[in-house]
């Protein structure tokens, strides 16, 4: 790790003829740089976060086991196309009977191949006739040697496994160059008000907007244990659901149809919930 980073200096014109005891000393001849313009802010803060990745734990940088977005094996490949395309996910794992059982992950392009060269596919095979292998990580495993790990073996995800054996999330190659490169925006982050209202029946929510505001806004009381544990409207699908909401999820809430709009960032997390007033019953009184 160090000698890359000595190699980085280098590239911007700076050669250093001094042998280093330690990290310590190169973090402090990087700041010298830094505080006389030798190097920009951005790039001694890109050098810092290599060094980092030694001192950082797979466990401080996955998606917990909350926020995966996983498929059954059982699941047709036609099933498995359209939570690929309605997540934004190019990868999936997939599951035999929950999530301390992953089997292998998916890939959208497998899955789409077999559906183009055979048609009848679609509908016939499982998700699970077509997987690659899954890897399986510690959680207490550095970033820098799973990165090393994953350049040497060409695999982009890994499951993090917990101390006893059970699937404590998942980590990509992404999510570690994003600690050396900072958070990578998607085109489509902009920042969303909280509550736009559209008609009198109909709102345009932030998936983070506080569960008590939300009921607030909208007079409405939540159902006993409804809100028990969560603090957002999104969380509040997740529960519902018993999984990661994506694009098309709904529940309803106190006469109130909440579905998940489109995702946004790397990771394609739910953005905005479209809140619409549940339709009056036939004797004329809206539901419950």
Do not use: C
Not at 99 to 116: P, Q, S
């Amino acid at each position: 790790m160090l000698v890359k980073v000595l190699r980085k200096l280098k590239r911007y014109g700076i050669t250093l003829p001094i042998i280093f005891n330690d990290e310590s000393d190169l973090r402090k001849l990087m700041d010298n740089a830094g505080d006389r313009g030798i190097i920009a802010d951005s790039q001694r803060e890109m050098m810092q976060s290599v060094l980092d990745l030694g001192d950082t734990l797979v466990r401080e940088l996955m998606v917990p086991r909350t926020d995966i977005v996983w498929i059954e094996g059982n699941r047709t490949l036609r099933q498995g196309l359209s939570l690929a395309l309605r997540s934004g996910f190019t990868r999936i794992p997939v599951i035999a009977e929950n999530l301390d059982e992953v089997i292998g992950i998916a890939y959208v392009k497998d899955l789409a191949r077999r559906v183009h060269e055979h048609h009848d596919s679609e509908q016939s095979e499982s998700v699970a006739e077509h997987l690659r292998p899954a890897s399986f990580i510690p959680e207490n495993k550095t970033a820098a040697d799973l990165l090393k790990e994953m350049q040497r073996n060409q695999t982009h995800m890994a499951i993090v496994i917990d101390e006893y054996g059970g699937t404590a999330g998942l980590i990509t190659i992404e999510d570690i160059l994003e600690e050396i490169v900072g958070e990578i925006a998607d085109e489509y982050d902009d920042e969303t008000d909280e509550i736009e209202w559209l008609s009198d029946t109909q709102a345009r929510l932030s998936a983070r907007l506080n569960i008590d505001d939300f009921a607030a806004a909208f007079k409405i009381e939540l159902e006993d244990g409804a809100s028990e544990d969560v603090d957002s409207v999104g969380g509040l699908l997740a529960k519902q659901l018993g999984r990661v909401p994506i694009p098309g999820s709904e529940i309803t809430v106190a006469g109130w149809q909440l579905v998940a709009e489109r995702p946004v960032g790397r990771r394609h997390r739910i953005a905005t919930v479209l809140a619409t007033k549940a339709q009056p019953t036939l004797d004329g009184e809206s539901p419950k």
